[in-house]
């Protein structure tokens, strides 16, 4: 089959530095800002930072090449793209294909929050949600303004996904990253302005092994495995989506290194925001820092409430939050309506349009899962944490698995290695690349699929 004649008919990215702030954009969401703190705080602080970027090099690097050449050399959406290197894998395509369709409607709900939070704060009002989680609480149980926001979030995705690949994605992400980029490193400056504020960025920053033991040593690396998924939007189909939409002539191994410094760089800032403010308004108490989920929504609007200009650094930075929201979510639509438009070959308007009614559709399960159906669960979960176990602790370590079998054992490490030397005379972390997909990274996601087993089944 003459690839590039395939590669004609679709639209691509029509520059490299936007399929990197593109795919950066889907890098860099919620994952980074929201969660990645809030495990650095949990986990040793310096400790997880270390482990982290260690695993974002080696690991993370692997999983992320592998499948944007993926997707580059097959020129196909997820599902057609593992078919088309191995017809055995013909499976791995759909079960990827599964995740953003269960992760896109809840993570614009998720998103439908975000602006609320920016709207109270941009009005005036973001004392009201300093009440130790009864804003926050009382706003996502009861259905209508979480459902509102919620459209609203998932309409502005949709819109920019409608405008296509070069004049929505690309063009909206080389606005937005920059944008994006000034923003988080303002608010890190003027956190660490705020006395006692050094402290936290010294527990954030600096690993201390003291006291920490194998076993907490063992969490902290399944937690820092666990977030490379979310951070660098790996096994959801993402990478070999935009992969697809590659140039040639653009260098493979250059891009994913700079997507990779630019999500890790924007998660270890937002840490920089969020554990040095809440270490320094709590004086170090490891309850506060221990907070998870609810540090962003719950902890630090009290922190911004006796914060000198509170209302207007909590007003940036929830527009900073909405932002990586945004990109993410961009990203995940795009997944899924490549996905559809492939298979049905319908344009692109229709098949946004009937993607943007299935994440409403489904997105409200997650609405109505902390209201009018918060007695329903799943298994013991709510819909929304449902959704993002079953996508994250399950199929998203099973699909980067056997995606490792695929190029390691079946088609060989050579068929990553031919794409990435379109264009370039060479291979430079070619060793530590075959090193990872054929040993390191297998055993790494049967360690994160038998502990989350054990630890939430």
Do not use: H
Not at 186 to 210: C, E, Q
Not at 275 to 288: E, H, L, M, R
């Amino acid at each position: 089959m003459d690839m590039n004649k395939n590669e004609n008919k679709k639209e691509g990215f029509g520059s490299k530095i936007g399929f990197i702030f593109a795919a950066a954009g889907s890098a860099v969401g919620l994952g980074n800002i929201w969660r990645f703190p809030y495990l650095a705080a949990k986990y040793g602080g310096g400790i997880f930072l270390l482990v982290y970027i260690i695993l974002a090099i080696t690991f993370g690097f692997s999983l992320m090449i592998s499948e944007i050449a993926i997707g580059r050399k097959t020129g196909k959406s997820v599902i057609g793209a593992y078919k088309e290197a191995d017809k055995r894998f013909s499976f791995l395509g759909p079960i990827a294909a599964i995740v953003p369709f269960i992760i896109t409607p809840y993570y614009c709900v998720i998103g439908g929050w975000v602006l609320k939070y920016l709207a109270v704060f941009a009005t005036g009002f973001g004392k009201n949600v300093a009440d130790d989680g009864e804003f926050f609480t009382g706003f996502i149980g009861e259905w209508s303004q979480p459902t509102l926001f919620f459209a609203v979030f998932a309409f502005l995705t949709a819109l920019v996904v409608i405008l296509g690949v070069q004049k929505g994605i690309e063009m909206i992400s080389k606005i937005l990253m920059p944008v994006l980029l000034v923003l988080i490193v303002g608010i890190a400056v003027y956190t660490l302005t705020i006395p006692g504020a050094l402290n936290g960025l010294k527990y954030y920053l600096l690993p201390n092994f003291s006291g920490f033991t194998f076993s907490a040593f063992l969490k902290t690396l399944i937690a820092a495995m666990g977030q490379l998924f979310y951070s660098m939007s790996l096994a959801m189909g993402i990478m070999v989506t935009y992969g697809s939409y590659m140039r040639k002539e653009d260098s493979l191994e250059g891009s994913v290194r700079q997507i990779e410094i630019f999500d890790t760089s924007v998660a270890i800032l937002a840490g920089m925001i969020i554990v040095p403010s809440v270490f320094a308004f709590s004086n170090g108490d490891p309850a506060a820092l221990n907070k998870g989920p609810s540090l962003m929504f719950i902890t630090l609007p009290n922190v911004f409430k006796t914060m000198k200009g509170g209302q207007i650094v909590g007003g940036f930075f929830f527009f900073l939050v909405a932002l990586a929201a945004l990109t993410s979510a961009i990203s995940l639509l795009e997944t899924i309506v490549s996905i559809v438009c492939e298979k049905t070959k319908m344009n692109r308007f229709l098949g946004t349009t009937i993607c943007f009614v299935f994440v409403l559709v489904v997105g409200l399960t997650s609405v109505f899962g902390y209201s009018i159906w918060d007695k329903v669960t799943i298994f013991g979960y709510q819909f929304l944490d449902f959704y993002d176990f079953i996508s994250n602790n399950v199929i998203m370590p099973v699909v980067s698995l056997l995606t490792c079998v695929l190029i390691g054992y079946f088609v060989k490490t050579k068929y990553i290695e031919d794409e990435v030397l379109v264009g370039e005379e060479k291979f430079r972390a070619k060793g530590l690349y075959k090193v990872m997909i054929l040993a390191i990274c297998p055993i790494c996601m049967l360690i994160i699929l038998i502990s989350n087993f054990f630890l939430n089944l």
